[in-house]
Nanobody, 115 residues
Framework: QVQLVESGGGLVQAGGSLRLSCAAS????????MGWFRQAPGNKRDLVAI???????TYATSVKGRFTISRDNAKNTVYLQMNNLRPEDTAVYYC?????????WGQGTQVNVSS
C-alpha cells in the first residue's frame, strides 16, 4: 500500500521561503516519478514540479527559478524548496507518486502566503 505523507506547510510572508517534504512508503521509491501539485480554492489541481527516477525535472512556468524539487532515495523522500513566495502561491500542496502507472496522492499540506 503506497502512502505519501507531506509536511512543511504553513504561513509565510511574501518573499519568504518554505520547504515541503513528502515521505513515501509501500513502493520502490527510487524507480518512480515523484512530484508536487497544488490546488487553490475554486481551481483545479495543477502541476508544480516533477522529478523522474533519473533526476530530470520539470516545472510549471509560474514557479521556475523560485522552486526546486529534489529527492533523497535513501530516505524515500521528495522535497520542494520554495523561495521568493508570492500570495498567488497560496494553495494546498499535494505530493504525487507514479508507481507502475498508477497515481498516488498525499493528503495535502496548506501553504499560505500573506502580502
Amino acid at each position: 500500500q503506497v502512502q505519501l505523507v507531506e509536511s512543511g506547510g504553513g504561513l509565510v510572508q511574501a518573499g519568504g521561503s518554505l520547504r515541503l517534504s513528502c515521505a513515501a512508503s509501500g513502493s520502490i521509491f527510487s524507480l518512480n516519478t515523484m512530484g508536487w501539485f497544488r490546488q487553490a480554492p475554486g481551481n483545479k489541481r495543477d502541476l508544480v514540479a516533477i522529478i523522474t527516477s533519473g533526476g530530470s525535472t520539470t516545472y510549471a512556468t509560474s514557479v521556475k527559478g523560485r522552486f526546486t524539487i529534489s529527492r533523497d532515495n535513501a530516505k524515500n523522500t521528495v522535497y520542494l524548496q520554495m523561495n521568493n513566495l508570492r500570495p498567488e502561491d497560496t494553495a494546498v500542496y499535494y505530493c504525487y507518486e507514479n508507481s507502475k502507472g498508477y497515481a498516488y496522492w498525499g493528503q495535502g499540506t496548506q501553504v499560505n502566503v500573506s502580502s
